[in-house]
């Protein structure tokens, strides 16, 4: 019964390249989160998909970051053009229904050079 | 803004007695709080959840109390034990978001002394 899957888990990329991070939620599970960890702070909320739908994308930097979730496969988070700032560990987390617990994948860290 | 908070950034406990980590939060219109436990170089994982609708929810030695009109809540851990040692953070969620997100706090790094 596996949990949420993310890869990789480390992430090396230079300045202004293209970082892309991938979900694999619980299976069953079609609500997928996506978080982002600064060094010595909390998570903050990103994104929010459901299979096909970005439904909250409150979170997300308006440049240069996207997100999917496709019918078929994980969902990405992708950065373009990456920034040293960008530097942090994501994390994934899915649920069965959008009222329910979120279970976490164990996080991309990136690291921007 | 920030609108969960946990002031305090660590915790020392002797391994059999009470760990109680503490949360304070802004927005009235929070009416679900979890609490998820993270070990390093690992996701967080999922502790313990109250609705708004009640005060206290227990479960094994995790017991969560929420005071609503302080705007308040903590996680009492007893007897803690040398595995609790992690970072805990709380976590509220939104209904009118529309969305469920989980507003997160900073953390509270536990260290239970064996």
């Known amino acids: 019964n596996a949990g949420v899957m993310q890869n990789p888990r480390h992430l090396v990329r230079r300045r202004g390249q293209e970082a892309r991070l991938r979900c694999s939620p619980v299976k069953g599970h079609s609500h997928v989160y996506w978080y982002r960890q600064l060094p010595e702070e909390g998570l903050k909320f990103m994104v929010y998909?459901?299979?096909?739908?970005?439904?909250?994308e409150s979170g997300m930097p308006k440049e240069r970051f996207s997100a999917e979730f496709p019918k078929e496969g994980p969902s990405i988070l992708r950065i373009q053009q990456v920034v040293r700032g960008d530097s942090a560990a994501y994390f994934c987390?899915?649920?069965?229904?959008?009222?329910?617990?979120?279970?976490f994948g164990p996080g991309t860290r990136l690291t921007v050079t | 803004d920030q609108q969960v908070k946990q002031n305090s950034p660590s915790l020392s406990v002797q391994e059999g007695r009470i760990s109680i980590l503490n949360c304070d939060y802004t927005n009235s219109m929070f009416d679900y709080f979890l609490w998820y436990k993270k070990y390093p170089a690992e996701g967080p994982t999922f502790l313990i959840s109250i609705s708004s609708i009640k005060d206290k929810n227990e479960d094994g030695r995790f017991t969560v109390f929420l005071n609503k009109s302080a705007k308040h809540l903590s996680l009492h851990i007893v007897p803690s034990q040398p595995g609790d040692s992690a970072v805990y953070f709380c976590a509220a969620s939104e209904p009118l978001s529309g969305t469920y997100k989980y507003i997160f706090g900073t953390g509270t790094r536990l260290k239970v002394l064996a």
């Open positions: 998909l459901q299979k096909e739908n970005i439904i909250d």
């Open positions: 987390a899915s649920s069965p229904g959008y009222r329910d617990e979120q279970y």
